[in-house]
């Protein structure tokens, strides 16, 4: 969305309140924000008054409000034809695949250059991430080489090993190649999230090791993982729950080590949100 002052933020995440929409700057002032943490950085600096607290997420989090905004544009709608080629090519070929997608990123914002990634969000049904797979069976899609992925995250990657990393982004497919253009395809479920939101009636700070159990390609990712150990009393099987892709396709057996809050939600849930926390990867299995 475009906001008076001509900033460019993307709307985040499943939950926002009447009359605003949770989000953070993409493009001030001309300056492209790829990374989480200098996106809030911004909106310290800049927009500290958005920062509002949202029971459904369980802390403040930057809310634009609706007199604020310009435009808003949807992927689902407005991400249907872009002035890219090739992106319309790859739309058309998931369509054909029984796929409802649009084209997101940067070329939905207007911000795209020559050598913009292709953002693609597709809405969740049971065959979508198969379909999605098929098409590196039939190589048109491909994925990263190692020295691709190093590149990628030379400019986003946050906390987490960067080897590691790297490794794990050569084994996605939601994170790939087409025709020489990177690609990224996030399967959108927001419906699933909704036991997983506060109010949290349970609030612990905590140091924890966990192994994943049930891994998830969608967004929101909710994984869930059993407690090898931890500084805070609590069950052994906890749900993490992220919004960013880099969770999405987690291997199952990989252990994570997590310093963040364990919150039960007043459904009994316990959740831990890895948006919020600081994480480690131990081991990739």
């Not at 809405?123 to 899609?141: C, F, G, H, I, M």
């Not at 994984?223 to 090898?228: N, Q």
Request: aromatic content about 8%; glycine content about 6%; charged content about 25%.
């Amino acid at each position: 969305m475009r906001l008076r002052d001509g900033s460019v933020w993307v709307i985040k995440g499943c939950a926002h309140p009447p009359g605003g929409y949770v989000a953070l700057p993409r493009v001030v002032d001309g300056r492209k924000f790829k990374r989480f943490s200098e996106s809030i950085e911004v909106v310290n600096r800049y927009y500290l008054h958005y920062l509002k607290n949202l029971r459904e997420i369980g802390r403040r989090v930057p809310i634009v409000p609706e007199q604020d905004i310009v435009e808003i544009r949807r992927w689902i709608l407005d991400g249907l034809r872009v002035g890219d080629i090739e992106a319309q090519k790859l739309l058309q070929l998931l369509a054909s695949r029984g796929l409802k997608c649009g084209i997101a990123g940067s070329y939905l914002g207007g911000y795209s250059q020559s050598s913009s990634d292709i953002d693609i969000h597709c809405l969740d049904k049971p065959e979508a991430y198969s379909e999605v797979r098929s098409l590196y069976l039939e190589r048109v899609l491909e994925h990263l080489s190692l020295s691709e992925a190093v590149v990628e995250l030379a400019e986003v990657s946050e906390s987490i090993d960067l080897k590691i990393h790297a490794y794990f982004i050569t084994k996605r497919y939601l994170q790939g190649r087409y025709r020489s253009r990177k690609v990224t395809i996030r399967i959108v479920n927001c419906d699933r999230v909704r036991d997983f939101l506060g109010p949290y009636v349970d609030v612990r700070n905590s140091e924890l090791i966990a192994k994943i159990s049930e891994s998830d390609y969608r967004t929101p990712a909710i994984i869930k993982a059993e407690v090898v150990r931890t500084s805070a009393q609590t069950n052994c099987s906890i749900y993490l729950i992220s919004h960013r892709l880099r969770f999405a396709e987690l291997p199952e057996g990989t252990i994570l080590s997590i310093r963040g809050a364990i919150e039960t939600n007043y459904l009994g849930y316990l959740i831990v949100n890895l948006d919020a926390a600081s994480l480690d990867w131990i081991s990739l299995d």
